[in-house]
């Protein structure tokens, strides 16, 4: 975990992050932590594991004492007081991703395989509108798997909205739409955000890239003040 972090350079400044592509067998929970996932099999320990190794990292380049990281209700990563926070794990890579409060509102990222997603998922997870978007991409800049980015670019948008409205996100609920030129995305809520520094939300922001047989997603909503 010494190496510069794949998704850094789709994260501003003010968000810290650290990732691996090795899992750290050996790493120690705190007793919180290590009852949440005692029964669990060993792919998921070990997820849980290198995720908050990675966590408490970054919690370390912030300055903050490293903590337990639990679940809540929704299995959503509860962090400590004054910071803001998000965690991602795929076949082959974990990482999380740090902010003070008082400079993020909210965050959310995710990893993806850089591969087409299984029959039948599309359909699941995407509007018309969205679809069509794909197959004019899927033309138009071959290489990258638009329908996983699509998947990848709506888990990032449901962790930046969950924490602040504790209430669960349809895929139908958002409308991402992905500029293969830029490597941003914006998604247009279709039910009724939050408020959020005096204004309500209606949708959100975010930076893609591929590296390494990666699609990585992240969204930042910055605090007003910045």
């Known amino acids: 975990m010494n190496e510069p972090?794949?998704?850094?350079s789709i994260l501003p400044p003010e968000v810290?992050?650290?990732?691996?592509?090795?899992?750290?067998?050996?790493?120690?929970?705190?007793?919180?932590?290590?009852?949440?996932?005692?029964?669990?099999?060993?792919k998921r320990r070990n997820e849980f594991t290198t995720a908050r190794i990675c966590a408490r990292r970054a919690m370390k380049l912030l300055g903050v004492p490293e903590q337990p990281i639990l679940r809540g209700d929704?299995?959503?990563?509860?962090?400590?007081?004054?910071?803001?926070?998000?965690?991602?794990?795929?076949?082959?890579?974990?990482?999380?991703?740090?902010?003070?409060?008082?400079?993020?509102?909210?965050?959310?990222?995710?990893?993806?395989?850089?591969d087409a997603l299984t029959n039948g998922v599309l359909d699941a997870i995407s509007l018309p509108e969205e679809r069509l978007a794909l197959q004019k991409l899927a033309?138009?800049?071959?290489?990258?798997?638009?329908?996983?980015?699509?998947?990848?670019?709506k888990e990032a948008v449901y962790k930046a909205w969950f924490p602040l409205t504790k209430r669960w996100l349809d895929f139908e609920d958002a409308m991402v739409t992905i500029d293969p030129d830029n490597g941003r995305f914006t998604a247009a809520l279709k039910v009724k955000g939050p408020y959020v520094s005096g204004a309500q939300l209606t949708g959100f922001s975010g930076r893609?890239?591929?590296?390494?047989?990666?699609?990585?997603?992240?969204?930042v909503v910055p605090a007003q003040s910045r």
């Open 139 to 153: 033309r138009k800049h071959p290489g990258v798997a638009w329908d996983r980015l699509l998947f990848s670019a």
């Open 5 to 8: 972090a794949a998704i850094r």
């Open 16 to 42: 810290v992050a650290v990732d691996t592509f090795h899992d750290a067998h050996d790493g120690m929970l705190f007793a919180a932590e290590e009852k949440a996932v005692s029964r669990s099999v060993d």
């Open 208 to 219: 893609w890239i591929a590296t390494n047989g990666l699609l990585l997603a992240a969204i």
């Open 74 to 114: 929704q299995g959503e990563p509860k962090w400590p007081a004054g910071l803001v926070g998000s965690i991602t794990h795929c076949a082959g890579y974990r990482g999380a991703v740090l902010a003070p409060r008082g400079d993020v509102v909210t965050l959310g990222i995710d990893a993806e395989p850089d």
